[in-house]
Protein backbone atom coordinates (compact mmCIF):
# COMPACT_ATOMS: atom_id res chain seq x y z
CA UNK A 1 0.00 0.00 0.00
CA UNK A 2 1.64 3.14 -1.22
CA UNK A 3 0.94 6.35 0.99
CA UNK A 4 -0.30 9.53 -0.48
CA UNK A 5 1.66 12.43 -0.38
CA UNK A 6 2.27 16.35 -1.31
CA UNK A 7 4.82 14.76 -4.21
CA UNK A 8 1.97 11.65 -5.09
CA UNK A 9 -1.01 14.71 -5.58
CA UNK A 10 1.76 16.94 -7.24
CA UNK A 11 2.19 14.09 -9.51
CA UNK A 12 -0.86 13.76 -10.40
CA UNK A 13 -1.64 17.54 -11.39
CA UNK A 14 1.24 16.65 -13.99
CA UNK A 15 -0.71 13.88 -15.24
CA UNK A 16 -4.07 15.40 -15.53
CA UNK A 17 -5.13 12.92 -13.10
CA UNK A 18 -7.85 14.50 -10.48
CA UNK A 19 -7.47 14.57 -7.44
CA UNK A 20 -10.01 12.64 -4.85
CA UNK A 21 -10.98 14.51 -1.65
CA UNK A 22 -13.76 13.94 1.35
CA UNK A 23 -13.48 15.87 4.94
CA UNK A 24 -13.74 13.35 7.25
CA UNK A 25 -13.89 13.52 11.03
CA UNK A 26 -13.51 10.01 12.90
CA UNK A 27 -11.60 7.13 11.63
CA UNK A 28 -14.55 4.80 10.33
CA UNK A 29 -15.23 6.81 7.79
CA UNK A 30 -11.40 7.35 7.51
CA UNK A 31 -11.42 3.73 6.63
CA UNK A 32 -14.33 3.80 4.43
CA UNK A 33 -13.65 6.94 2.54
CA UNK A 34 -10.09 5.11 1.65
CA UNK A 35 -11.32 2.10 0.66
CA UNK A 36 -13.13 3.80 -1.83
CA UNK A 37 -11.07 5.91 -3.75
CA UNK A 38 -10.22 9.14 -1.67
CA UNK A 39 -6.76 9.81 -1.33
CA UNK A 40 -6.48 13.05 0.56
CA UNK A 41 -8.67 13.73 3.90
CA UNK A 42 -9.63 16.98 5.04
CA UNK A 43 -10.11 17.47 9.17
CA UNK A 44 -12.74 20.80 8.53
CA UNK A 45 -13.48 22.78 11.01
CA UNK A 46 -16.92 22.86 9.22
CA UNK A 47 -16.92 20.04 11.92
CA UNK A 48 -18.43 22.86 14.11
CA UNK A 49 -21.33 22.97 11.97
CA UNK A 50 -22.18 19.47 10.40
CA UNK A 51 -20.97 17.36 13.58
CA UNK A 52 -20.90 19.89 16.38
CA UNK A 53 -24.41 21.88 15.48
CA UNK A 54 -22.81 25.04 15.49
CA UNK A 55 -23.96 28.14 13.16
CA UNK A 56 -20.69 28.74 11.90
CA UNK A 57 -16.45 27.70 12.16
CA UNK A 58 -15.92 30.43 14.55
CA UNK A 59 -15.91 28.59 17.91
CA UNK A 60 -14.36 25.41 16.83
CA UNK A 61 -11.10 25.13 19.25
CA UNK A 62 -7.79 23.95 18.47
CA UNK A 63 -8.29 20.99 20.71
CA UNK A 64 -11.39 19.70 19.09
CA UNK A 65 -8.99 19.69 15.63
CA UNK A 66 -6.39 17.46 17.22
CA UNK A 67 -8.93 15.34 19.06
CA UNK A 68 -10.84 14.97 15.40
CA UNK A 69 -7.80 14.82 13.46
CA UNK A 70 -6.44 12.10 15.78
CA UNK A 71 -9.22 9.84 15.38
CA UNK A 72 -9.05 10.46 11.36
CA UNK A 73 -5.12 9.84 11.58
CA UNK A 74 -6.34 5.90 13.33
CA UNK A 75 -8.73 5.22 10.58
CA UNK A 76 -6.11 5.80 7.52
CA UNK A 77 -3.30 4.10 6.22
CA UNK A 78 -2.62 5.76 2.85
CA UNK A 79 -4.61 8.67 2.11
CA UNK A 80 -3.12 12.57 2.88
CA UNK A 81 -4.44 14.09 6.20
CA UNK A 82 -4.76 17.88 5.91
CA UNK A 83 -6.54 19.71 8.93
CA UNK A 84 -7.57 23.29 9.17
CA UNK A 85 -6.22 25.56 11.75
CA UNK A 86 -9.38 26.87 13.15
CA UNK A 87 -10.49 30.67 13.18
CA UNK A 88 -7.64 33.10 15.38
CA UNK A 89 -5.19 30.21 15.73
CA UNK A 90 -3.14 31.61 12.76
CA UNK A 91 -3.49 35.32 13.05
CA UNK A 92 0.27 35.84 13.52
CA UNK A 93 3.16 33.69 12.56
CA UNK A 94 4.34 32.60 15.72
CA UNK A 95 0.89 31.76 16.70
CA UNK A 96 0.67 29.45 13.18
CA UNK A 97 4.25 28.03 14.31
CA UNK A 98 2.71 26.43 17.54
CA UNK A 99 -0.92 25.80 16.18
CA UNK A 100 0.44 23.99 13.15
CA UNK A 101 3.14 22.01 15.41
CA UNK A 102 0.82 21.08 17.63
CA UNK A 103 -2.03 19.67 14.74
CA UNK A 104 1.52 17.90 13.30
CA UNK A 105 2.72 15.90 16.22
CA UNK A 106 -0.15 15.49 18.68
CA UNK A 107 -2.78 15.19 15.89
CA UNK A 108 -0.74 12.91 13.54
CA UNK A 109 -1.94 15.70 10.66
CA UNK A 110 0.55 15.78 7.14
CA UNK A 111 -0.55 19.40 6.39
CA UNK A 112 -2.40 22.36 7.46
CA UNK A 113 -5.02 24.63 6.15
CA UNK A 114 -5.63 28.38 6.48
CA UNK A 115 -7.88 30.80 5.11
CA UNK A 116 -6.90 34.31 3.31
CA UNK A 117 -4.95 35.76 0.85
CA UNK A 118 -2.06 38.86 1.12
CA UNK A 119 -2.56 38.61 4.53
CA UNK A 120 -1.08 35.53 5.24
CA UNK A 121 1.70 34.85 3.07
CA UNK A 122 4.23 35.98 5.54
CA UNK A 123 2.70 32.66 7.99
CA UNK A 124 3.13 30.18 4.44
CA UNK A 125 6.62 31.48 4.56
CA UNK A 126 6.97 30.47 7.63
CA UNK A 127 5.72 27.31 8.11
CA UNK A 128 6.56 25.68 4.87
CA UNK A 129 10.53 27.16 5.54
CA UNK A 130 10.03 24.84 9.17
CA UNK A 131 9.19 22.05 6.94
CA UNK A 132 5.53 22.23 7.41
CA UNK A 133 3.07 21.64 4.61
CA UNK A 134 0.34 24.33 3.72
CA UNK A 135 -2.90 24.19 1.87
CA UNK A 136 -4.26 27.42 1.31
CA UNK A 137 -7.78 28.30 0.94
CA UNK A 138 -9.45 31.06 -1.75
CA UNK A 139 -12.88 32.50 -2.32
CA UNK A 140 -15.70 31.91 -0.03
CA UNK A 141 -13.89 32.14 3.62
CA UNK A 142 -16.23 30.71 6.23
CA UNK A 143 -13.99 31.93 8.91
CA UNK A 144 -15.05 35.14 7.13
CA UNK A 145 -18.30 34.98 7.60
CA UNK A 146 -19.10 38.03 9.67
CA UNK A 147 -17.12 40.72 7.11
CA UNK A 148 -18.61 39.11 4.22
CA UNK A 149 -22.00 39.02 5.19
CA UNK A 150 -22.75 35.75 4.51
CA UNK A 151 -22.00 32.36 2.06
CA UNK A 152 -21.55 33.96 -1.14
CA UNK A 153 -20.12 33.46 -4.39
CA UNK A 154 -16.80 35.05 -4.82
CA UNK A 155 -15.05 36.41 -7.78
CA UNK A 156 -17.72 37.77 -9.42
CA UNK A 157 -16.79 40.82 -10.71
CA UNK A 158 -13.83 42.00 -12.54
CA UNK A 159 -11.47 42.92 -9.19
CA UNK A 160 -12.93 40.37 -6.84
CA UNK A 161 -11.86 37.96 -10.04
CA UNK A 162 -8.18 39.93 -9.98
CA UNK A 163 -7.40 39.76 -6.43
CA UNK A 164 -8.26 36.14 -5.99
CA UNK A 165 -5.78 35.08 -8.87
CA UNK A 166 -3.24 37.18 -7.22
CA UNK A 167 -3.50 35.83 -4.16
CA UNK A 168 -3.36 32.28 -5.56
CA UNK A 169 -0.60 32.96 -7.43
CA UNK A 170 1.62 35.02 -4.38
CA UNK A 171 0.40 31.76 -2.01
CA UNK A 172 1.85 29.91 -4.51
CA UNK A 173 5.07 31.69 -4.15
CA UNK A 174 5.05 32.00 -0.60
CA UNK A 175 5.56 28.08 -0.94
CA UNK A 176 2.00 26.72 -0.47
CA UNK A 177 1.74 23.45 -1.73
CA UNK A 178 -2.07 23.20 -2.63
CA UNK A 179 -5.04 25.39 -2.70
CA UNK A 180 -8.63 25.18 -1.89
CA UNK A 181 -11.08 27.19 -4.35
CA UNK A 182 -14.65 27.67 -2.65
CA UNK A 183 -17.77 28.67 -4.30
CA UNK A 184 -16.11 30.85 -7.38
CA UNK A 185 -17.04 31.13 -11.26
CA UNK A 186 -15.82 27.68 -12.80
CA UNK A 187 -14.37 29.63 -15.83
CA UNK A 188 -12.29 31.68 -12.82
CA UNK A 189 -11.07 28.41 -11.17
CA UNK A 190 -10.04 26.69 -14.28
CA UNK A 191 -8.16 29.62 -15.30
CA UNK A 192 -6.29 29.50 -11.81
CA UNK A 193 -5.38 25.71 -11.81
CA UNK A 194 -4.23 25.84 -15.14
CA UNK A 195 -1.80 28.83 -13.85
CA UNK A 196 -0.71 27.46 -11.09
CA UNK A 197 2.09 24.66 -10.69
CA UNK A 198 0.27 23.29 -7.63
CA UNK A 199 -2.79 21.12 -7.35
CA UNK A 200 -6.62 23.23 -7.07
CA UNK A 201 -8.98 21.40 -5.60
CA UNK A 202 -12.44 23.26 -6.19
CA UNK A 203 -15.42 23.05 -3.92
CA UNK A 204 -18.20 25.03 -5.47
CA UNK A 205 -15.60 25.96 -8.07
CA UNK A 206 -16.51 23.64 -11.04
CA UNK A 207 -14.99 20.85 -12.94
CA UNK A 208 -11.70 23.04 -14.35
CA UNK A 209 -10.03 22.47 -10.77
CA UNK A 210 -7.15 19.72 -10.58
CA UNK A 211 -9.49 17.68 -7.88
CA UNK A 212 -12.73 17.84 -5.66
CA UNK A 213 -13.33 17.98 -2.53
CA UNK A 214 -16.94 17.95 -0.68
CA UNK A 215 -18.23 17.87 2.98
CA UNK A 216 -18.61 14.52 3.82
CA UNK A 217 -22.22 14.75 5.09
CA UNK A 218 -23.05 16.64 2.21
CA UNK A 219 -21.89 13.96 -0.20
CA UNK A 220 -24.46 11.60 1.86
CA UNK A 221 -27.03 13.94 2.22
CA UNK A 222 -26.97 13.46 5.89
CA UNK A 223 -26.17 17.46 6.61
CA UNK A 224 -29.66 18.82 8.29
CA UNK A 225 -31.39 21.68 6.10
CA UNK A 226 -30.81 22.87 2.71
CA UNK A 227 -27.87 21.41 0.93
CA UNK A 228 -25.63 23.82 -1.02
CA UNK A 229 -26.61 23.93 -3.93
CA UNK A 230 -23.09 22.74 -5.40
CA UNK A 231 -23.21 19.66 -3.40
CA UNK A 232 -24.46 16.25 -4.95
CA UNK A 233 -25.93 13.43 -2.38
CA UNK A 234 -24.05 10.34 -3.65
CA UNK A 235 -25.83 8.05 -1.17
CA UNK A 236 -29.74 8.70 -2.30
CA UNK A 237 -28.60 6.60 -5.64
CA UNK A 238 -26.70 4.00 -4.14
CA UNK A 239 -26.83 1.06 -1.88
CA UNK A 240 -24.73 1.80 1.04
CA UNK A 241 -22.32 4.09 2.38
CA UNK A 242 -19.34 2.80 0.68
CA UNK A 243 -21.33 2.54 -2.82
CA UNK A 244 -21.90 6.27 -2.65
CA UNK A 245 -18.15 7.14 -1.72
CA UNK A 246 -16.85 4.95 -4.37
CA UNK A 247 -19.51 6.65 -6.49
CA UNK A 248 -18.34 10.17 -5.74
CA UNK A 249 -14.74 9.18 -6.45
CA UNK A 250 -15.87 8.10 -9.59
CA UNK A 251 -17.31 11.22 -10.86
CA UNK A 252 -14.46 12.95 -9.74
CA UNK A 253 -11.70 11.32 -11.21
CA UNK A 254 -13.93 11.12 -15.01
CA UNK A 255 -14.94 14.86 -14.23
CA UNK A 256 -18.40 14.33 -14.54
CA UNK A 257 -18.94 15.63 -10.93
CA UNK A 258 -19.42 18.84 -10.34
CA UNK A 259 -21.84 19.17 -13.60
CA UNK A 260 -22.44 22.73 -15.08
CA UNK A 261 -25.70 22.73 -12.62
CA UNK A 262 -23.28 22.54 -9.35
CA UNK A 263 -21.40 25.14 -10.62
CA UNK A 264 -21.36 28.50 -10.93
CA UNK A 265 -21.26 30.72 -13.59
O1 LIG B 1 -13.91 23.09 6.69
C1 LIG B 1 -14.08 22.53 5.60
O2 LIG B 1 -14.72 21.49 5.48
C2 LIG B 1 -13.49 23.14 4.41
C3 LIG B 1 -13.99 22.66 3.08
C4 LIG B 1 -15.27 23.33 2.79
C5 LIG B 1 -13.00 22.85 2.01
O3 LIG B 1 -12.70 24.03 4.51
Given amino acids: MKRITVTTLQK ?3 AGEKIVMSTCYDASFATILEENGVEAMLVGDSLGMVFQGLESTLPVELDQMIYHTQC ?7 ALLITDMPFMSYSTPELAMATAGRILKEGGAH ?16 LTDHGIPVCAHLGLLPQSVHKTGGYKV ?3 DAAGAAAIRDDALALQKAGAQMLVLECVPAALAGEISASLRIPVIGIGAGNGCDGQVQVLYDMLGITRGKLPSFSRNFLAEA ?3 EEAVASYSAAVKSGAFPDAERSFQ
Avoid at 72 to 78: D, E, F, I
Avoid at 111 to 126: I, N, P, Y
Wanted: hydrophobic share 35%; net charge positive; no cysteine.
Fill in 111 to 126: MVKLEGGSTQLDTVAR
Fill in 239 to 241: ASI
Fill in 12 to 14: MKE
Fill in 72 to 78: VARGRQR
Fill in 154 to 156: QGR
